[in-house]
C-alpha cells in the first residue's frame, strides 16, 4: 500500500538559519508532489508542486525552494528563515487515474511539520 | 488569491442538526474535492464531484457543484460530536497545470 513520510513533526529553528524539510513516498511511481503550508487556523497555501524529476512549479515568489531529485522525494528548503516561515507544513501525493485523463482526484497528505522560527 | 474562499469561517451546532458548509473558486475546474482535518494533522480526503457533475452522496455526505456560479456546498446530515474538525474545499485546477488548491476552510464544532 502506499504511504508518505514527511519529517521532522515538529521544528524550532532560529531567524536565519536554513531549512531542510523532506517528504517521501513509498508504493506508487511518477506521483505529483507537493508542498502546503497552513497557518495557524487558516487555509492552505499551495507553495510548489511537481509533476516529475527535476520538475518544479513555484506558486507564490519566497523565500522557499523545493528540489525533486528521485521520484518519490520531495524536499522544501530555505537558505536563511523568517519569522513569516512560521506555520505548518504540509506534503501531499497523488496519482492520476490513467485513461488518459490529466485530473487529481485524491490528495493523500503526511502528518505535517509544525515550524516555528523564533 | 490562488485560494478559494468558503463559508461559513466557523459553524456550531447541536449534535443530530445538518451542518452545511459552502465554497466558491475562481478558475475552471476538473473537479473539486472535501477535506476534512482534525486539529494539528494532515487531510483525509471525503468526497470528488467531477464538472460534468452536480450532486454527489456518500453516507452522511452530499456535495452540490454549480459550474456556472463557480461554487459547491457539502452537506453533513445527522451530525456526530466526531465530526468536529475543519472542512476544506479543493480545486484541481483546469488547462493541465497539475495544481490543486484549497480553500480557506470552515471549522465545524459538533456539541454533543
Known amino acids: 500500500s502506499q504511504t508518505i513520510h514527511q519529517w521532522p513533526a515538529t521544528l524550532v529553528q532560529p531567524v536565519g538559519s536554513p531549512l531542510s524539510l523532506e517528504c517521501t513516498v513509498e508504493?506508487?511511481?511518477?506521483?505529483?508532489l507537493y508542498w502546503y503550508r497552513q497557518a495557524a487556523g487558516r487555509g492552505l497555501q499551495l507553495l510548489f508542486y511537481?509533476?516529475?524529476?527535476?520538475?518544479i512549479s513555484s506558486e507564490v515568489p519566497q523565500n522557499l525552494s523545493a528540489s525533486r531529485p528521485q521520484d518519490r522525494q520531495f524536499i522544501l528548503s530555505s537558505k536563511k528563515l523568517l519569522l513569516s516561515d512560521s506555520g505548518f507544513y504540509l506534503c501531499?501525493?497523488?496519482?492520476?487515474?490513467?485513461?488518459?485523463?490529466?485530473?487529481?482526484?485524491?490528495?493523500?497528505f503526511g502528518s505535517g511539520t509544525q515550524l516555528s522560527v523564533l | 488569491s490562488q485560494q478559494g474562499e468558503e463559508d461559513p469561517q466557523a459553524l456550531s451546532i447541536q449534535e443530530g442538526e445538518n451542518a452545511t458548509m459552502n465554497c466558491s473558486y475562481k478558475t475552471s475546474i476538473n473537479n473539486l474535492q472535501w477535506y476534512r482535518q482534525n486539529s494539528g494533522r494532515g487531510l483525509v480526503h471525503l468526497i470528488l464531484i467531477r464538472s460534468n457533475e452536480r450532486e454527489k452522496h456518500s453516507g452522511r455526505l452530499r456535495v452540490t457543484l454549480d459550474t456556472s456560479k463557480k461554487s459547491s456546498s457539502l452537506l453533513i446530515t445527522a451530525s456526530r460530536a466526531a465530526d468536529t474538525a475543519s472542512y476544506f474545499c479543493a480545486a484541481d485546477h483546469k488547462g493541465g497545470y497539475q495544481k490543486v488548491t484549497f480553500g480557506t476552510g470552515t471549522k465545524l464544532q459538533v456539541i454533543p
Open positions: 501531499a501525493w497523488s496519482t492520476l487515474p490513467g485513461q488518459g485523463l490529466a485530473t487529481n482526484e485524491k490528495l493523500f
Open positions: 508504493g506508487t511511481s511518477n506521483p505529483n
Open positions: 511537481s509533476v516529475g524529476i527535476g520538475q
